[in-house]
């Protein structure tokens, strides 16, 4: 007795034996058809893969700052206002930003700065014999909640520093690689900056994933903003304000509130929009994610068309090798096969090829990458603007996907043509 499964198996592998049988009777046809599938699958990963990369390196250029940050600052004013001038020049006060935590509902963070030498000034700071020049900032705890670190040992500052206005500072550790020597004790000696001393407290490496922001972000040393402004005799006057919304709430519609407050506080005319400087954060990284996802859908638009045209050189060719086989269809429909298996073996026969190009390309666009990613970790030199490129399996099987449409798509025309002609007919070409 037969055993159908054990023939329906013998029909399957005679069937892939005939489709390779075709594909091979012209190797060198075969090839360029197939060619033209791998490259628009290839160039679909690599364009694909390459826009990823420039999305982390963007990403990476924002920091490890919360994405819902605001940062502002105060400038001459643009429009008189009840009595004062045009140009006027004014500052955020300590009672302002206390205002702020009570009538900003929108503001889940705020943490005033100030900064020694203005905004990216340097000072001269000493240890012994040793020197360096780094940023001396005025902070208070909160501002930790915008821009995290890794403390490495000791502490940040904290209100109590805060309150009692002590001489104690948090510092990077490029400083600590400038002013110590390896394996010297950090916690608990004294570095002098504007010929005051600080005792060092505590320790901190940047979370940031770019080395150059990094090594900035550590070329810094930290002090209680009310032991800043105590020193450097700034009063109750802070540099800028660092801010973040609560994640309910868009940054932007946060930033309003607060120049709205600020105004009103400040005597700055409403409509004077360059009254204060900011960055938006969020709204830069809104923009630029945009402008990334425009990017990967013009490339997954050119790798399909690419694709899709390599797709049509396999119909021409299958539609070739239809023609060269009228008389086998001709005899196979005289002896009984109906049209659908007719078709449905040509179909496979495009699938097959497009689908063995496809994949091999998508390997190859995949290895390119990962090779691509390796050197440049290897190499400890990342982008600011491009790094880890790669796909993520949803993109590989998206490619799959768009291969066995174009296999399919490309054999249905070749198909109806085989089974248009009428078996006598068939039987008739030479």
């Not at 990216?120 to 995290?148: C, Q, S």
């Not at 709430?249 to 120049?259: D, F, G, H, N, S």
Request: with cysteine; glycine share 10%; aromatic share 8%.
């Amino acid at each position: 007795m037969n055993d159908p499964f054990l023939s329906l198996k013998q029909m399957d592998r005679d069937q892939w034996q005939e489709i390779a049988a075709v594909l091979g009777r012209n190797k060198l046809r075969t090839f360029l058809t197939g060619f033209g599938v791998f490259w628009g699958i290839f160039m679909l990963v690599i364009m694909m893969g390459s826009g990823q990369g420039l999305q982390n390196g963007a990403e990476a250029g924002f920091g490890n700052s919360v994405k819902n940050s605001v940062f502002l600052w105060t400038r001459p004013t643009t429009l008189p206002y009840k009595g004062f001038k045009q140009g006027r020049v004014f500052q955020i006060h300590n009672d302002d930003v206390e205002a702020l935590r009570q009538q900003v509902a929108s503001l889940e963070v705020v943490a005033p700065r100030a900064q020694a030498g203005g905004y990216r000034g340097k000072d001269n700071v000493t240890r012994g014999v040793k020197t360096g020049a780094f940023n001396l900032y005025g902070d208070t705890p909160d501002y930790l909640k915008i821009e995290p670190t890794n403390i490495v040992e000791g502490r940040s500052i904290n209100w109590r520093d805060m309150e009692e206005k002590r001489k104690v500072c948090f510092i990077g550790d490029q400083v600590r690689q400038t002013l110590y020597e390896e394996g010297e004790e950090v916690i608990g000696s004294y570095i002098t900056a504007q010929g005051i001393n600080y005792k060092v407290v505590g320790l901190y490496r940047s979370m940031n994933s770019n080395p150059n922001q990094a090594e900035e972000q550590e070329k810094a040393i930290i002090i209680p903003l009310s032991t800043f402004q105590q020193a450097y005799n700034w009063g109750d006057i802070v540099g800028w304000l660092s801010m973040a919304s609560r994640p309910d709430v868009p940054a932007t519609e946060m930033e309003q509130e607060v120049r709205a407050v600020l105004k009103q506080r400040l005597t700055i005319h409403p409509d004077d929009q360059r009254a204060f400087g900011s960055w938006n954060k969020e709204e830069e990284f809104i923009r630029m994610r945009g402008l990334l996802n425009g990017i990967q859908i013009l490339s997954l638009i050119v790798g399909t068309l690419t694709l899709l045209a390599g797709a049509i050189g396999v119909s021409n060719i299958m539609l070739v090798i239809v023609k060269e086989r009228t008389k086998e269809f001709g005899v196979r429909r005289a002896i009984g096969a109906e049209p659908f298996t007719v078709m449905k073996q040509v179909v496979l026969e495009s699938l097959a090829l497009t689908l063995a190009a496809g994949i091999l390309g998508i390997i190859l666009g995949v290895w390119s990458l990962e090779g691509v990613a390796g050197l440049m970790n290897q190499s400890a030199e990342q982008s600011d603007f491009f790094r880890n490129p790669g796909v993520e399996l949803p993109i590989v099987l998206m490619a799959l996907g768009i291969l066995t449409f174009s296999g399919i798509l490309a054999g249905l025309i070749p198909a109806r043509r085989a089974v248009s002609i009428k078996p006598v007919d068939a039987l008739r070409f030479e």
